[in-house]
């Protein structure tokens, strides 16, 4: 069999082959509404007047946000397991999803859950910065003082 060709049918299996963002917005927005959607996602167009028209329009010129909600679509809404390391570096439309891989059903999903999430990533985040001075973005290289043995 040719690599592109499949390569093709491995495209295909992947669940946003051939769904416009419009129609996934919907599926998931009927599923789990503008509420939970912020909660996970944090993009504004889900809280501040939240409607499927204005949302499309803000993620059709936002590429981190476009991305963010369709990762969320495969893997909370069609429920697929995580990427490999090697496809998450992708953007989400072009991920191979393998052969033996199909959509599940949809993840429940709670307010709760998503408060708990957020804090989780909260926490991790200060642990990360804690390296940081205040008020500064700038983080603590581990590697900025490394000097080979034969140097130290």
Excluded at 44 to 57: A, L, M
Aim: aromatic residues 12%; hydrophobic residues 35%; charged residues 30%.
């Amino acid at each position: 069999m040719d690599i592109n060709m499949s390569n093709e049918i491995n495209y295909k299996n992947n669940p946003l082959h051939g769904v416009g963002l419009k129609n996934l917005l919907v599926e998931i927005v009927d599923h789990y509404g503008f509420e939970i959607l912020f909660a996970y996602l944090n993009i504004n167009c889900f809280k501040i007047r939240p409607s499927i028209d204005s949302s499309v329009k803000f993620l059709k010129k936002t590429d981190w946000a476009r991305e963010k909600v369709e990762v969320f679509y495969l893997y909370e809404f069609k429920n697929l397991p995580r990427a490999s390391f090697e496809q998450f570096s992708l953007p989400p439309r072009d991920r191979v999803i393998p052969e033996g891989q199909s959509p599940g059903e949809p993840a429940e999903l709670s307010l709760e859950d998503a408060e708990r999430l957020r804090s989780k990533r909260e926490a991790k985040s200060a642990e990360w910065g804690q390296g940081t001075k205040h008020g500064s973005d700038k983080r603590v290289d581990p590697w900025a003082n490394w000097k080979p043995k034969s140097e130290r």
